[in-house]
């Protein structure tokens, strides 16, 4: 069974950064790939990022040029470094891993709120 505990949500004026956290434990994290969602109220959940297992990344059209993902096998972690926040960035933020065999596993999500 994996766990996936994220951190480093919270309240940032618009313009500002914040860096997410996701702490992997359970299995080694090299396994999985890893993605970060956001799901802001009333709307369904979207895939913000995602880093392969052999450290491939891709972002989403809404915030490439802003977000960073990026993974430390050695630490169990995945980050999310977010610049140049928006409003429109208020979300709650779930970390994601998913296995090649078809498993995947949920956090349980840190809030972000960007606003002046």
């Known amino acids: 069974q994996v766990q996936l505990v994220e951190s480093g949500g919270g309240l940032v004026q618009p313009g500002g950064s914040l860096r997410l956290s996701c702490a992997h434990s359970?299995?080694?994290?090299?396994?999985?790939?890893m993605e970060w969602y956001r799901q802001a109220p009333g709307q369904e959940r979207e895939l913000v990022a995602s880093?392969?297992?052999?450290?491939?990344?891709n972002v989403a059209d809404s915030v490439k040029g802003r977000y960073t993902i990026s993974r430390d096998n050695a630490k169990s972690t995945v980050y999310l470094q977010m610049n140049s926040l928006k409003p429109e960035d208020t979300a709650v933020y779930y970390c994601?891993?998913?296995?090649?065999?078809?498993?995947?596993?949920w956090g349980q999500g840190t809030q972000v709120t960007v606003s002046s």
């Open positions: 359970g299995r080694p994290m090299l396994m999985y790939a």
């Open positions: 994601h891993a998913r296995s090649p065999y078809g498993y995947e596993y």
């Open positions: 880093i392969a297992r052999d450290q491939t990344t």
